[in-house]
């Protein structure tokens, strides 16, 4: 959903980032794929195309450019934010986030720009003719949201390749590797959709195919480590004790950033395909990599200055150029409001009546209304409640006309676009804890002319610290015309799967820990069917192995056992330690 997506240009970047996924190449335009695993896993924010190399400049709002190798020749393409790169005959193609992210192709000299297909898209690898994708365009088409989609590259004959929930994927020949949602697990199948198999039982947090193995973090043990292991899944071998951030797998090396676990940030390293030989390149804090030939292109955050830096060099630290975009301060005189109070921004007047953040959705979709499906978040969910006037003479679409601040920086501001629906006065019925179904929320809502609708916006932030602002905007720019500060008017809250962790690893310090999969369970006192999160638990030095489950809705640790009633389960809830 767009709303989780920030306007400011960090987070523009790292809306590439963060959806982890892969292609493979060999850097020549005869090459079969249009960019490699590793580059398109972080971001896809360079490419080489007939000798230079084509890059989406963080310094000028992400626009297209591309430059020689030896650092000369550096031009603008388009001003189009350009990422998910690949090059490909005489095209280069591109996820547009100047448009929606949807694809777009365009002649290397910036000519020609094409629309390919109204989708938007997530994941682009252009692969003989044929261009995959994951589709992000409606969260509500539940048979087709964040599935795997090709389509010609003319934009012709797309057709469905997966029914999963896809988190990411990499392509090797005629197979697809993907991350499938529901379990963090790896899979493949064929690009036809057929021949599906799971490939690993590791908990996959991002992965590059290259070669004839699979680099991947492994994130089971929260520890983020890096290993590999051959096609089929056998022979996994850790590389690396240290916690690993972006990495590419490129040439003979593995370049990667470690989280250092006494200093605040990472360092730039790299280390043979086989973990050996791990040298320091330098102090920056890499969050994505690309590796083009002997070219690195990464982004990288300055604390000193709270700013993201991008870095073209070579892999030996030469030739090096950084590219920072600076943030102008915004928005820090504009007209602020409590809630019921009236605030207007251009021809539509708000009032926020109240507020409700929480951490869980039930899912109540038919079929999956058991607890081990509701969404639980380490952020919260954030439904605002408000009354909105169109003083206008004519209808108003609501997109992108409100959006959550979580706070006034001078250094910038970041925005969670709102999705909104309407409401009822039978549905809101003075009940504070009242939000619509995900479902029930979209982009666009019109309001008439002269009209007054009710309207829920709703949005997740990451870190919530209370109170935020709702901000009123043009529907155009990314300037508020006037906010109001939200403070929710009730709260619930319950543990998340990775702050049961903390719970475990605070009452056990000095213990190994593993953390299990959720329990749905019934206990005496338990008025419905219930979430425990599992651990397996061994002393330091001992073989014996304990089990203990923290109750999602209390925190509580239960001492587990094993009951034959329930053999799925490693262990189910006995009573609360004490």
Not at 34 to 58: I, K, R
Not at 417 to 440: C, M, P, R, V, Y
Not at 468 to 479: K, M, Q, R, S
Not at 501 to 528: A, C, S
């Amino acid at each position: 959903m767009e709303g989780k997506i920030r306007i400011s240009i960090l987070a523009a970047i790292l809306f590439a980032i963060l959806f982890l996924s892969a292609c493979s190449s060999t850097g020549s335009n005869s090459r079969k794929m249009g960019n490699t695993n590793s580059n398109v896993s972080n971001g896809g924010m360079s490419v080489m195309h007939d000798g230079w190399l084509y890059f989406m400049n963080y310094s000028d709002k992400n626009a297209l450019y591309k430059v020689k190798p030896d650092g000369t020749g550096e031009a603008k393409v388009s001003d189009d934010m350009a990422y998910y790169l690949n090059s490909y005959g005489d095209w280069i193609y591109y996820c547009n986030g100047s448009d929606g992210n949807k694809i777009y192709k365009m002649k290397p000299d910036g000519t020609e720009k094409t629309l390919v297909i109204d989708n938007v898209a997530q994941n682009i690898v252009v692969a003989e003719d044929w261009i995959y994708y994951i589709n992000h365009t409606d969260e509500k088409n539940t048979e087709e949201y964040r599935r795997i989609f090709k389509v010609k590259t003319d934009g012709t004959d797309r057709q469905k390749v997966n029914s999963e929930d896809s988190m990411a994927f990499n392509m090797d020949g005629d197979w697809i590797y993907f991350i499938n949602n529901s379990d963090q697990k790896l899979y493949k199948l064929k690009t036809d959709g057929s021949g599906q198999l799971k490939v690993s039982e590791a908990m996959t947090l991002s992965f590059n195919i290259f070669d004839d193995h699979i680099y991947y973090v492994d994130s089971s043990d929260r520890n983020n480590k890096l290993w590999r292991m051959k096609l089929d899944g056998t022979g996994g071998e850790m590389l690396t004790e240290e916690k690993v951030s972006a990495f590419n797998a490129s040439g003979e090396w593995i370049y990667y950033g470690n989280t250092q676990f006494d200093t605040v940030g990472l360092e730039l390293k790299k280390m043979k395909l086989d973990g050996k030989e791990a040298t320091v390149i330098n102090d920056d804090d890499p969050m994505s990599i690309n590796v083009n030939d002997d070219l690195l292109v990464y982004l990288g955050f300055d604390f000193t200055s709270f700013s993201i830096r991008q870095t073209i060099m070579k892999s030996d630290g030469t030739g090096r150029k950084d590219y920072v975009y600076v943030q102008q301060p915004q928005a820090q005189d504009i007209e602020r409001h409590q809630m019921n109070e009236k605030a207007q921004g251009g021809p539509i007047t708000v009032i926020v009546t109240s507020a409700y953040s929480t951490n869980i959705l039930k899912n109540d979709e038919p079929g999956f209304e058991a607890t081990v499906f509701d969404n639980v978040t380490d952020g919260a969910y954030l439904f605002v409640n408000m009354e909105v006037w169109n003083e206008s003479s004519e209808d108003i679409d609501l997109y992108r006309r409100t959006g959550i601040i979580p706070e006034f920086d001078a250094m910038g501001l970041s925005v969670y676009w709102s999705t909104l629906g309407e409401i009822t006065d039978e549905q809101l019925n003075d009940n504070i804890n009242f939000h619509l179904k995900l479902a029930e929320f979209g982009e666009h809502i019109i309001v008439k002319a002269n009209d007054i609708m009710r309207v829920q916006a709703y949005c997740e932030l990451t870190e919530p610290d209370y109170p935020v602002y709702l901000g009123l905007f043009d529907g155009e720019t990314t300037d508020p015309l006037a906010a109001v500060e939200v403070l929710p008017s009730a709260e619930h809250y319950v543990t998340s799967w990775s702050q049961s962790y903390e719970v475990i690893t605070d009452r056990f310090p000095g213990y190994d820990i593993t953390q299990l999969g959720g329990v749905g369970y019934k206990m005496p006192d338990d008025t419905d069917e219930t979430i425990y999160y599992g651990f397996e638990l061994k002393k330091q030095g001992e073989t014996k192995i304990e089990h203990y489950l923290v109750k999602r809705d209390t925190g509580i640790i239960y001492i587990g056992a094993f009951d034959d009633k329930l053999p799925d389960y490693p262990a189910v809830p006995i009573k609360p330690l004490d």
